[in-house]
């Protein structure tokens, strides 16, 4: 048994609450909405049955016995045990995820309605603070293209700063660590891409239908090209912190950072800001890109 | 036959909940089923085993229904002696009815995903178990939405844990502006923006509120002293974190055809030589110095000087880099 004696403590609650909410209830609707099999649900009915008050007097969860025998749960009398509330850090796992798919552009309908439920019913357990800009006027056709399997004509900025108009099959909305994207087909590329919500100027929903359907394996993946070590002053950290896949040790007056790098020219763009506290870029191919952007620089701001 | 940790679980809940004032802990052992009532006529070296095993089994107990959200109570009664009991409120201990449709359930889901295979990982799919049993039933809904997994540190969980629980903390902490050294603050809360997690709270060294941000803890957080020691603010400062408001505006210059994020959220101001020119606002010198740098010579900024020439300082500074 594998099950953590706390997990199975909260399905026990949680079934003995659903029959009480909504009545008597198959087994088989219980084990499905919990996703558990049958004879698990009738094994925590059991155990809820041969509950004790202190002393061994008193059984203040009953069921009908009638109807276990025909695979329903039918509650005669419950002394008021209930399911617990959330806990600190699972109202704020919950809220900040919502929260943070909110702020990014990416809460479905549904979503926005539990999150004023919770919010309602539980104080207020972490505060987020919204910063990518995703207007409705690129997230509702987008959405809207999703749910009628249509392809969408959007205008999309890079990384790099280079402006393009793609027809695309979107496929769904997905947040990761706070920015929202589409996964998509992208006719152009032949190929399935990302596109970051907040660099996609305009969506336009077009007629035809979508003809590359979504895969598992082609969903989010930015796949490094190598990987760098940079020595900087504590005073640039800041810079490489966010990197995909950093890794940050400290030594002396400076941090070593090893990081993932997808393209060299978007990374090398984010170390001239702090190349006054730049100490050494590695590989080679990294610090000719840093130089290279640092004389294209120079080139126009005298 | 030896009881199901799970059923003596429940069967402390019922007992914590069902009780007129409080239950000792001998009256815990020696009532609740699953626990081991001292063996009558036992030899003093029996009983002290007893008890011992006893305590070990309570205490881990206690700690993991408190962790699941149990609000497990200590009530102290001077007339009976120094000995603590406990007890839990059924009002509340209980979950509130939210009566969620199935499409919010599928987004409780979605929304768990968020910390999978982090620190809140655990906690996250609990809700899942714990919100199924205030959902109705439906069919199972699909939503063309995902969210995937952040990083969360060990010490994020603890921070939310202190802040709930209104208990000092200690961490060593490195900062841009001051550099590495022990914090000892009184968490007020935790905050995410766009994806990275900062506490709020009061330094008790520098007697005021401070933002940390929570990636920049090196190693555990540590709680010092009692739970309850502080009252939490009714407004709390979020300082740089809110909105930042615009307090400056620059010129920019940018190439045709570059700098759309520029271009955006700038006000057209004419062309000069080709290029066309933006008057844009900003809260942070540093962070349009940094996106005129990173558009490689596709925008420079006209005035302020003081910017112009930081962008020229750190290029410069760029090309004398050692590199491997």
Known sequence: MAEHATDRLVRMLGILTYVERHGDTPFSELAEHFGVTVAQVQADINALWVASEPGDSWSPIDFSSEAYDEDVASLVRNDGVTQVRLSPREAVALVGALSTMGAAGALPEAGAQLLAKLRDALAEPVTVVGDDQVGAEVREPLVSAIDRYRRVEVE???????????????????????????????????????????????????????????????????????????????????????????AIEDADDDVVATFDVVDAAWAAGRLLSVAPQLRSVEPKRLADALRRQATAVLDVQR | MPVEKSQ??????????????????????????????????????????????????????????????????????????????????????????????????????????????????????????????????????????????????????TLVEAVADRQTVRFEYSSVSSGAGTRTIDPWRVVLRAGIAYVIGFDRDREAPRTFRIQRIGGKVRTVGDTGAYAIPKDIPLGALAESEDVSTARVAVRPESGHALRRRGTPAGVEDGWDLYDVAYAHGDSLVAEVLALAGGARIVEPKTLADAVVRAATAALEVEHG
């Open chain 1, 156 to 246: 999309y900025v890079d990384a790099m700063d280079r402006r393009s108009t793609r027809i695309v099959d979107p496929h769904r909305l997905v947040v990761i660590d706070g920015h929202a994207y589409l996964e998509c087909f992208c006719r152009r590329a032949q190929d399935y891409r990302v596109l970051r919500l907040d660099r996609i100027a305009s969506a336009t929903v077009l007629d035809g239908a979508i003809e590359h359907a979504p895969t598992d394996s082609a969903g989010f993946s930015l796949t490094p090209a190598f990987r760098a070590t940079v020595r900087v002053g504590r005073a640039g950290r800041y810079a490489v912190e966010d990197m995909p896949g950093v």
């Open chain 2, 8 to 157: 003596r679980l429940l069967n402390l809940v019922i007992g914590l909940s069902s009780t007129r004032h409080r239950l000792t802990r001998d009256q815990i052992r020696d009532t609740i089923e699953g626990y081991e009532p001292l063996p009558y006529g036992a030899s003093d070296e029996e009983r002290r085993k007893a008890e011992q095993s006893f305590e070990r089994m309570f205490e881990r107990d206690k700690k993991e229904l408190r962790e699941l959200g149990v609000p497990i109570e200590t009530v102290e009664d001077p007339v009976h002696g120094d000995e603590i009991g406990y007890r839990i409120r059924p009002a509340e201990a209980a979950m509130p009815a939210l009566d969620l449709t199935a499409a919010e359930l599928a987004v409780v889901s979605i929304a768990t995903d968020y910390w999978r295979g982090a620190v809140l990982g655990g906690d996250a799919q609990r809700t899942v178990m714990k919100l199924a049993s205030s959902a109705e039933h439906g069919p199972r809904v699909e939503l063309p939405f995902a969210a995937l997994p952040s990083v969360a540190s060990e010490a994020f969980g």
